[in-house]
């Protein structure tokens, strides 16, 4: 199985500018820029497609170790929040904090510490990051107020 994507940058590397693509069509030259590191442009960076790429992989494994577990996902919402800090002179992803908040329509709430630690572990995306990775979940049934 691939997974494509076709990047380009233009320019100097702070004045600069690209655009990514993938054959989804999702991504259609999306801009991204230097400046989108720090939050002062309206692109995306490289950071943020990654901090979506491990918060959708998550959801989705955290679904599978659930019902794994015996307890049936009827929603998985994740926020992820990158940290990236100077490793000397250079920018880096030094770790990840995800906020998890699965609902079930299940009275037995189970292992559901346990799916979550094992989709930390299984997910794809963040198993392969080489930085610290924290974990914030709550499960809730599906009588409780819905998200807001």
Same mark, same amino acid.
């Given at each position: 199985? $691939?997974?494509?994507?076709?990047?380009?940058? %233009?320019?100097? /590397?702070?004045?600069?500018?690209?655009? *990514?693509?993938? /054959?989804?069509? *999702? $991504?259609?030259?999306? %801009?991204?820029?230097? &400046? #989108?590191?720090?939050g002062?442009?309206?692109?995306?960076? +490289? !950071?943020?497609? $990654?901090?979506? !790429? =491990?918060?959708s992989?998550?959801?989705?494994?955290v679904?599978?170790?659930?019902?794994?577990? &015996? =307890?049936r +996902?009827?929603?998985?919402?994740?926020?992820?929040?990158?940290? $990236?800090?100077?490793?000397?002179?250079?920018?880096? =992803?030094? &770790?990840?904090?995800l %906020?998890?908040? !699965?609902?079930?329509?299940d009275?037995?709430?189970?292992?559901? @510490?346990?799916?979550?630690? #094992?989709?930390?572990?299984?997910? +794809?995306?963040s #198993?392969?990051?080489? *930085?610290?990775?924290?974990? @914030?979940?709550k499960?809730? #049934?599906?009588? !409780?107020p819905?998200?807001?």
């Amino acid at each position: 199985m $691939l997974r494509e994507a076709h990047a380009i940058w %233009k320019d100097g /590397p702070y004045t600069g500018e690209g655009a *990514i693509s993938a /054959p989804s069509g *999702i $991504l259609n030259n999306s %801009k991204y820029n230097f &400046g #989108s590191l720090t939050g002062l442009t309206t692109c995306t960076s +490289p !950071a943020e497609m $990654l901090a979506a !790429a =491990i918060a959708s992989s998550m959801s989705r494994v955290v679904a599978v170790e659930m019902a794994r577990a &015996g =307890i049936r +996902p009827l929603l998985v919402e994740t926020d992820t929040a990158l940290t $990236l800090d100077f490793v000397g002179e250079t920018l880096r =992803i030094v &770790g990840a904090h995800l %906020k998890i908040t !699965a609902r079930t329509g299940d009275s037995e709430l189970g292992r559901f @510490d346990e799916a979550v630690e #094992s989709a930390r572990r299984e997910c +794809p995306v963040s #198993s392969i990051l080489n *930085i610290d990775i924290k974990c @914030d979940a709550k499960l809730v #049934s599906a009588a !409780a107020p819905a998200f807001v």
